[in-house]
C-alpha cells in the first residue's frame, strides 16, 4: 500500500509541476528530477536524494504567482517547504531542504566565482533572499549539524535547469522518498 503523504507528494507534481521554474527553461517538476538525478549520480543517501527533489516543494504550495521574484517578493518557499517536510520527514530531509537559500548565500562569500554562475533569475532571487553572506553569517551557517548536505542540495539546484535533459520519472523516486519518512 502506497503511503499518504509519498501519494500527496506525487500528486502535488503531477498537478503544479507543470507550472514554469521562475523564470528558467524548465518546470517545477523537471527542476525537482533532475536535483534528484544528480544527487542519485554522486551517491548521496536516500534522505539527501529525497531533499534534492522536494528542496523547492514549498514553490508548489503557496500561491504566488510565477514572477514573484521579478514583483520584488522572495516567497520564502525554502521555509515553507521545511516547515511542510519536517511534519513527515527526518531531519536530514527538511534541514537541507530548510538551509538551501542560504548555501546560496553561503557559496557566494566563500567560492570566487560562484556569483557569475548563476542564472539570472537565481541572481535576481539572491538578493530578495539576503544577498551574500556576511562573515558573523557565514560563521553561524557552518555551526548547523547539516551546512555540508545544504551546500551540496545548492550545487544539485544549480545544475538542474536543463532544458529536455532525461531523468527517472517521480515514481522512481517513491522507496526513496518512503524511506526518509519519519515512520515507514
Given amino acids: 500500500m502506497e503511503n499518504k503523504i509519498v501519494k500527496f507528494i506525487i500528486d502535488l507534481f503531477k498537478n503544479k ?19 534528484a538525478h544528480f544527487a542519485v549520480l554522486e551517491n548521496a543517501s536516500d534522505a539527501l536524494v529525497t531533499a534534492a ?23 520564502l518557499h525554502e521555509a515553507l517547504g521545511a516547515q511542510f517536510l519536517e511534519k513527515y520527514f527526518i531531519k536530514e530531509v527538511s534541514e537541507p531542504v530548510k538551509l538551501h537559500v542560504n548555501a546560496k548565500r553561503y557559496l557566494c562569500l566563500v567560492e ?5 554562475t548563476l542564472s539570472p533569475t537565481s541572481q535576481a532571487s539572491l538578493l530578495l533572499q539576503g544577498g551574500i553572506m556576511t562573515s558573523f553569517q557565514k560563521e553561524n551557517f557552518e555551526k548547523n549539524e547539516f551546512y555540508k548536505e545544504a551546500v ?9 535547469k536543463v532544458p529536455d535533459l ?16 519519519q515512520i515507514n
Fill in 17 to 35: 509541476g507543470g507550472d514554469l521554474y521562475g523564470g528558467e527553461a524548465v518546470t517545477q517538476l523537471e527542476h525537482g528530477l533532475q536535483a
Fill in 53 to 75: 527533489l522536494l528542496h523547492d516543494i514549498g514553490h508548489l504550495l503557496h500561491d504566488l504567482p510565477d514572477d514573484a521574484t521579478d514583483k520584488g517578493i522572495d516567497d
Fill in 112 to 116: 570566487a566565482g560562484y556569483f557569475s
Fill in 152 to 160: 551540496a542540495l545548492r550545487r544539485w539546484d544549480d545544475l538542474a
Fill in 166 to 181: 532525461k531523468t527517472e520519472p517521480i515514481e522512481f523516486y517513491k522507496k526513496r522518498v518512503a524511506n526518509s519518512l
